[in-house]
């Protein structure tokens, strides 16, 4: 029998309330590194195109923690089915208020509710730290999914970059798309954190 929208929808929101969102500990590291090769692998979000070693993945993670920037998982009945994360939207000092977002959801997993779930704790947690605007670099300008889950959140379109990517055999578009966190450019930042080339 056929699975009609509403039966859909109902399964997804049973799904979705079932999602834990925790910071990401060492060892779950092993599965988000799972997650994610199977997008390196076999997608556009991302622009990678070898998907990197556990060493390296468990590296990227230290370095959010040393930077206080949140890196969450989304469990289900105790397995990891998808992460999110906040980074450095560029090094040079002067963008220590933006942050860049990543989210991925388990292959085969999608459209349930879970990368929504990851979205707003990440925003939840960014909204208030010390940084005012959040980036999202989406890769392929048919990520529909990617897309949708943004301009659900509250981001607004910036823009296209046409063909800056080429992976599986064909340029890719990345479109950039943007929201404020906390208060925005609504104020200045604390004093100490308004200082050039200080950390926030
Ligand atoms: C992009 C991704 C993280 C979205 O997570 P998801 O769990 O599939 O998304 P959700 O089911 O939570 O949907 C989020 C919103 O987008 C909408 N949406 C999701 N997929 C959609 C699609 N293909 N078309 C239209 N709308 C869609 C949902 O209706 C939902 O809106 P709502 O919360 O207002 O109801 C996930 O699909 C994924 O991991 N994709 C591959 C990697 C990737 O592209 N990551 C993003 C890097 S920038």
Redesign the pocket.
Known sequence: MKTTAKEKTASASTLKSRVIVEDANETDIVAVREIYAH?VRN?L?SFEENAPSLEEMRARHAQASRQGLPYLVAKLGGRVVGYAHASPYRARSAYRFSIEN????RDGM???????VLLDALLARCNNGPWRQMV?I??DSG????L??HR?RGFRLVGTLRAVGFKKGRWVDTVLMQRELGAGSTSLPGDAASEGGKSP
């Open positions: 997008h997608g979000a990543s989210v991925y959801v999608a459209g349930t509710g879970i990368g929504g999202a989406i890769g990520n529909k999914s990617s949708a889950l659900s």
